[in-house]
Antibody
Framework: QLQLQESGPGLVKPSETLSLTCTVS??????????WGWIRQPPGKGLEWIGS???????YYNPSLKSRVTISVDTSKNQFSLKLSSVTAADTAVYYC????????????WGQGTLVTVSS | EIVMTQSPATLSVSPGERATLSCRAS??????LAWYQQKPGQAPRLLIY???TRATGIPARFSGSGSGTEFTLTISSLQSEDFAVYYC????????FGQGTKVEIK
């Protein structure tokens, strides 16, 4: 059974880089069938796609965040990661990792989410 | 960017009644449309993809319809566990989500 678990600091200072990792269990991140993505949700608000990465390492980013986002995969650890630079209070959100069967497909497996607060 | 607009923002329904939620895309997304259910403190759960295909394990009382720019999620007979926030998402051109419809007990 697929499980995704986000991990990383819950508090990040303004202007610094937010770094999160998603650990995948119950399936190989190297599978050619899937894409791995990050979605966030500010408190009390809706969902925003941040970006996705394919099994081969191809990346796809939300144009509004592209200049600040890097997503990478570590197949040896069955993990993928998110880095978001130059954060502000507007980046405070619950961050979810998720799996989809393609970039043009709906993510069916989600992690439980982790709250990241940007504050000094 | 494709903008997804959901209506209404809040829907008050009695248990056992039918709920109809709408989602409109700012341009055609073909049938590349999904619906999610989210309860407080939980991750979204995929209900419908391809505009009308139920995801694994989703009860038959949930149904989706539409294509192009107009979509509908129907819950035929609301159960207590169905009171939640529902989001639509297009994946035809990157991914964008609607702002959500809260289904509350009347």
């Amino acid at each position: 059974q697929l499980q995704l678990q986000e991990s990383g600091p819950g508090l990040v200072k303004p202007s610094e880089t937010l770094s999160l990792t998603c650990t995948v269990s119950g399936g190989s991140i190297s599978s050619s069938s899937y894409y791995w993505g990050w979605i966030r949700q500010p408190p009390g608000k809706g969902l925003e796609w941040i970006g996705s990465i394919s099994y081969s390492g191809s990346t796809y980013y939300n144009p509004s965040l592209k200049s600040r986002v890097t997503i990478s995969v570590d197949t040896s650890k069955n993990q993928f990661s998110l880095k978001l630079s130059s954060v502000t209070a507007a980046d405070t959100a619950v961050y979810y990792c998720a799996r989809s069967p393609g970039i043009a497909a709906a993510p069916g497996g989600w992690g439980q989410g982790t709250l990241v607060t940007v504050s000094s | 960017e494709i903008v997804m607009t959901q209506s209404p923002a809040t829907l008050s329904v009695s248990p056992g009644e039918r709920a109809t939620l709408s989602c409109r895309a700012s341009q055609s997304v073909s049938s590349n449309l999904a619906w999610y259910q989210q309860k407080p403190g939980q991750a979204p759960r995929l209900l419908i993809y391809g505009a009308s295909t139920r995801a694994t394990g989703i009860p038959a009382r949930f149904s989706g319809s539409g294509s192009g720019t107009e979509f509908t999620l129907t819950i035929s007979s609301l159960q207590s566990e169905d009171f939640a926030v529902y989001y639509c998402q297009q994946y035809n051109n990157w991914w964008t989500f609607g702002q959500g419809t809260k289904v509350e007990i009347k």
